[in-house]
């Protein structure tokens, strides 16, 4: 996906580029509880939606909110691979990028919405 060029607001913003890699980290770390997978997987979509949802809105107040919520949902996520992985469901290598992008994430998400 080419999206350097792309007037689209969600493209401009880097934190969305942060959240791709974040939902491929968690592809990666292959949670072999299925439910567990399922929550993971959702979660990380949802952060990737909102991020693009806010970054579409106009006003500072439906910006926050949808960085709000895609925060939240970067937290589940995390918390869901980090569980997968207390387990014994989950690849150990993955778990730390997941970790190392979660953080970052997490820090822009935090200047975002405040």
Do not use: W
């Not at 567990?36 to 997987?41: D, E, K, P, V, Y």
């Amino acid at each position: 996906m080419d999206s350097a060029h792309s007037s689209l607001p969600h493209h401009r913003l880097r934190a969305y580029g942060t959240a791709l890699g974040f939902l491929r980290a968690v592809q990666d770390a292959r949670i072999r509880d299925r439910d567990l997978r399922t929550q993971a997987l959702r979660a990380a979509k949802s952060v990737c939606l909102n991020l693009a949802e806010g970054a579409g809105r106009v006003t500072r107040a439906d910006k926050a909110r949808a960085y709000t919520v895609a925060r939240g949902e970067l937290v589940e996520a995390i918390a869901a691979v980090e569980i997968a992985h207390e387990s014994g469901d989950a690849r150990r290598e993955a778990v730390s990028r997941v970790l190392a992008l979660g953080a970052a994430l997490y820090a822009v998400l935090t200047k975002l919405v405040h």
